[in-house]
């Protein structure tokens, strides 16, 4: 099936046969990423009375309890509830689905000891004008199923963000665990440019941490369709799938 759209006023195809997938998953065989002490999600059988829900057990059906943490056990979608008193949901405020979205390879700089992406390396990025852009950062390799707790990650610094916001960007997604440094006081400053909180708040804006872009996925124009589980929390697993974009001659 291939879907035809508009963007900026030029037309563009996508084939939706052709999804990449850029999240990670938990459990038996997934990928299991870690990130700021978070323990690894449990999955087990439920007991209820004399019900174990196990078939390998001898029951008759399979029926499993999950316990985990969207912020460091998978890809997820947070919203402005992340950081605010007031409890906000991310099914509440984000609508999901199809939208555009240009992915970029931004490379970060050394700073001391920390990894940083400045304003100045996403200045060197081609920005398009899309609802969203997805951040890949260049001096990271083996990400998938990686344990981040510890390892003082690459982070953006609240300059790269508010020009992500200056530019008009909606929706953030990035290979990093948090787009703010894994031990700041709990300042998360990145986090409240991006929400423009509490002074004007964005509600309508999410942020998508720990995505895997595939390293042989171009840099460019894409169909996002940006995916979550609805729960009524500050934070959902979720499942970004881009589609690429071909130009509609006239």
Not at 138 to 151: E, L
Not at 152 to 161: L, M, S
Request: glycine residues 8%.
């Amino acid at each position: 099936m291939h879907l035809h759209c508009s963007i900026d006023g030029d037309s563009y195809t996508a084939n939706l046969s052709q999804g990449i997938d850029l999240s990670q998953g938990f459990g038996p065989n997934g990928d299991n990423a870690l990130a700021f002490q978070i323990t690894p999600a449990e999955i087990e059988p439920i007991r209820v009375g004399n019900f174990f829900g196990s078939v390998a057990a001898g029951s008759g059906a399979n029926c499993e309890v999950v316990k985990f943490c969207a912020h460091g056990n998978c890809t997820h979608t947070e919203c402005i509830g992340h950081i605010t008193r007031d409890r906000h949901s991310v099914n509440k405020l984000i609508q999901p689905g199809m939208m555009a979205s240009c992915l970029i390879s931004a490379t970060p700089e050394k700073q001391g000891d920390d990894w940083v992406l400045t304003a100045e390396n996403l200045k060197k990025c081609h920005l398009q004008r899309t609802p969203s852009i997805i951040i890949r950062t260049n001096n990271i390799s083996g990400i998938r199923g990686k344990n981040w707790s510890g390892t003082n990650p690459c982070y953006t610094e609240p300059a790269a963000i508010q020009l992500l916001v200056d530019a008009g960007y909606e929706h953030i997604l990035t290979d990093l665990p948090s787009i703010d440094r894994e031990e700041d006081g709990g300042a998360l400053a990145s986090h409240h440019v991006w929400w423009q909180y509490p002074q004007n708040p964005r509600m309508y804006a999410s942020i998508t941490e720990l995505i895997v872009v595939p390293e042989e996925v171009q840099d460019g124009l894409y169909l996002l369709n940006l995916q979550f589980a609805p729960i009524e929390s500050d934070a959902s697993p979720s499942r970004p799938i881009v589609y690429p974009l071909t130009p509609l001659r006239p």
